[in-house]
């Protein structure tokens, strides 16, 4: 413990911290957390600290109390530099009125119209699935969470580029990692255009914005983003992509995710079912079957909880701050990893556990020990979206389909940006 109330390596033991973390981000907040504890600081360059915060009151000051004194990180940079000025990583001005712009369409109430067009979508390919065979669960429903995003925002048919999609991102999700600790990390574009392997990742990508925007039958959300007369032809570009990357990836890795709990949780698996039967009888989900889905929703939660597809959410701080008890001083970099804060076991008994029953009913947790979607103004733009989908998605799925974890095939777990199996996920797809 320092002088600043809050423990950590010395500068010197830092550095090998700092190597870990390049290899195996994810891995190392938890070993720092379990050596250090909840507040850990980690020495960064001359005068420059970073912090690994993992209880509820830390990011309920810096995301929601003090927002004011964040921006997002450095660590951002990478991830910048291909998004640009879209949503997720505009500050000020920009992101004020890309929000005020995009945010009616994700309103409840709006929302709620793409709901028939997220369950055909998954009826659709279910439909496809062969009976009793592998199938790579993760790569089908990148696929389906694409095809959802893009016909109900753009209207467009994206089904058919997610391989290609799929693998641009693992490029650059690996990058984003390394580019992070490379001195002198760039937000800017051309450096990364010229990385091997990356170049023609971010070609993809471009090519299949330039396909959506070009696309004539627009959808709703493309209409609006021309027509607001808000956003410029550049910024267009930006956030067209960071709609269709941030709205599908973290999305399919939650459902993923899901479905590898439920092979490995038979009770969970069967009162799902049980209820989806009961509830649906034979035909597809609406809207208005959500509410009537408790246990469907509870398993999803618990799935986010345990692995929060966007697992840790980092600020630089602008000016001092107090942050619990925690003297952060102006320059630091701070994480409030969802992943830690989920399994702290302070707020959540036995929490490595899949326990969906502690989202049934009144949820006795305080409000930011849980936070999937973030917190504060820069809360999940998508949060109400996404749970619709999954929720349909997962019952539209479970009516009709079982998926069994290969036996013997161990699931490696991938965390840069977002936190997901690694590679492919074999899965067997049984009719029920
Ligand atoms: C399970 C699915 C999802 C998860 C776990 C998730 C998680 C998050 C989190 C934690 C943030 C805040 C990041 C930060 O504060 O630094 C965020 C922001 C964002 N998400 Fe999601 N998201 C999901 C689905 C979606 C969907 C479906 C969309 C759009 C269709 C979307 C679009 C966005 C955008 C645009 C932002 C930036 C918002 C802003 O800063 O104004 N997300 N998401």
């Given at each position: 413990m320092d002088e600043r109330g809050v423990r950590g390596p010395g500068a010197f033991e830092a550095v090998r911290w700092w190597g870990r973390m390049a290899r195996s981000p994810i891995g190392t907040y938890g070993a720092l957390a379990r050596r250090y504890g909840d507040a850990v600081r980690v020495p960064f360059g001359p005068n420059r600290a970073f912090f690994l915060l993992s209880r509820p009151e830390h990011a309920e000051r810096i995301l929601?109390?003090?927002?004011?004194?964040?921006?997002?990180?450095?660590?951002?940079r990478p991830l910048r530099a291909v998004l640009g000025d879209g949503l997720l990583t505009s500050e000020g001005e920009t992101w004020r009125r890309h929000r005020r712009v995009v945010q009616p369409v994700f309103a409840q109430r709006h929302v709620v119209g793409f709901a028939s067009q997220m369950a055909e979508t998954a009826a659709q390919a279910v439909g496809r699935w062969p009976d009793g065979v592998a199938l790579d669960a993760a790569g089908e429903l990148r696929r389906l969470t694409l095809g959802i995003v893009g016909r109900a925002?753009?209207?467009?048919?994206l089904e058919g580029e997610a391989e290609r999609t799929g693998r641009a991102l693992e490029a650059l999700q690996r990058a984003a990692v390394v580019g992070t600790f490379?001195?002198?990390?760039?937000?800017?574009?051309g450096v990364y255009q010229r990385v091997p392997g990356l170049g023609g990742a971010m070609k993809h990508l471009d090519g299949m914005v330039q396909r959506v925007v070009k696309g004539?039958?627009?959808?709703e959300l493309l209409n609006l983003l021309k027509e607001s007369?808000?956003?410029s032809e550049a910024e267009l570009r930006d956030e067209v992509l960071t709609l269709l990357l941030a709205g599908h990836e973290t999305t399919a890795a939650s459902l993923a995710w899901t479905f590898m709990l439920l092979s490995k949780y038979p009770a969970a698996r069967d009162r799902l079912e049980d209820e989806v039967d009961k509830v649906l009888g034979g035909r597809e989900p609406t809207a208005e079957d959500v509410e009537r889905l408790p246990w469907t929703k509870a398993v999803l939660s618990e799935a986010m909880r345990l692995y929060p597809p966007a697992w840790t959410i980092e600020r630089d701080a602008l000016e001092d701050d107090e942050v619990a008890g925690v003297r952060v001083p102006a320059g630091s970099t701070i994480a409030v990893p969802p992943y830690l804060i989920h399994r702290n076991a302070e707020v959540w008994p036995n929490p490595e556990g899949f326990q969906p029953?502690?989202?049934?009913?009144?949820?006795?947790?305080?409000?930011?020990?849980?936070?999937p979607f973030g917190g504060g103004r820069r809360i999940c733009v998508g949060a109400g979206f996404a749970m619709l989908e999954a929720t349909l998605v997962l019952a539209t799925i479970a009516r009709t389909h079982r998926l069994d974890l290969v036996p013997g095939v161990a699931v490696p777990v991938r965390a840069e940006i977002t936190f997901r199996p690694a590679g492919v996920l074999p899965m067997r797809v049984v009719r029920r």
């Amino acid at each position: 413990m320092d002088e600043r109330g809050v423990r950590g390596p010395g500068a010197f033991e830092a550095v090998r911290w700092w190597g870990r973390m390049a290899r195996s981000p994810i891995g190392t907040y938890g070993a720092l957390a379990r050596r250090y504890g909840d507040a850990v600081r980690v020495p960064f360059g001359p005068n420059r600290a970073f912090f690994l915060l993992s209880r509820p009151e830390h990011a309920e000051r810096i995301l929601v109390a003090n927002q004011d004194n964040y921006v997002k990180a450095f660590t951002y940079r990478p991830l910048r530099a291909v998004l640009g000025d879209g949503l997720l990583t505009s500050e000020g001005e920009t992101w004020r009125r890309h929000r005020r712009v995009v945010q009616p369409v994700f309103a409840q109430r709006h929302v709620v119209g793409f709901a028939s067009q997220m369950a055909e979508t998954a009826a659709q390919a279910v439909g496809r699935w062969p009976d009793g065979v592998a199938l790579d669960a993760a790569g089908e429903l990148r696929r389906l969470t694409l095809g959802i995003v893009g016909r109900a925002l753009f209207g467009s048919e994206l089904e058919g580029e997610a391989e290609r999609t799929g693998r641009a991102l693992e490029a650059l999700q690996r990058a984003a990692v390394v580019g992070t600790f490379l001195p002198g990390a760039t937000a800017k574009r051309g450096v990364y255009q010229r990385v091997p392997g990356l170049g023609g990742a971010m070609k993809h990508l471009d090519g299949m914005v330039q396909r959506v925007v070009k696309g004539s039958s627009g959808g709703e959300l493309l209409n609006l983003l021309k027509e607001s007369g808000q956003i410029s032809e550049a910024e267009l570009r930006d956030e067209v992509l960071t709609l269709l990357l941030a709205g599908h990836e973290t999305t399919a890795a939650s459902l993923a995710w899901t479905f590898m709990l439920l092979s490995k949780y038979p009770a969970a698996r069967d009162r799902l079912e049980d209820e989806v039967d009961k509830v649906l009888g034979g035909r597809e989900p609406t809207a208005e079957d959500v509410e009537r889905l408790p246990w469907t929703k509870a398993v999803l939660s618990e799935a986010m909880r345990l692995y929060p597809p966007a697992w840790t959410i980092e600020r630089d701080a602008l000016e001092d701050d107090e942050v619990a008890g925690v003297r952060v001083p102006a320059g630091s970099t701070i994480a409030v990893p969802p992943y830690l804060i989920h399994r702290n076991a302070e707020v959540w008994p036995n929490p490595e556990g899949f326990q969906p029953e502690r989202f049934m009913g009144e949820q006795a947790h305080p409000r930011y020990a849980y936070l999937p979607f973030g917190g504060g103004r820069r809360i999940c733009v998508g949060a109400g979206f996404a749970m619709l989908e999954a929720t349909l998605v997962l019952a539209t799925i479970a009516r009709t389909h079982r998926l069994d974890l290969v036996p013997g095939v161990a699931v490696p777990v991938r965390a840069e940006i977002t936190f997901r199996p690694a590679g492919v996920l074999p899965m067997r797809v049984v009719r029920r």
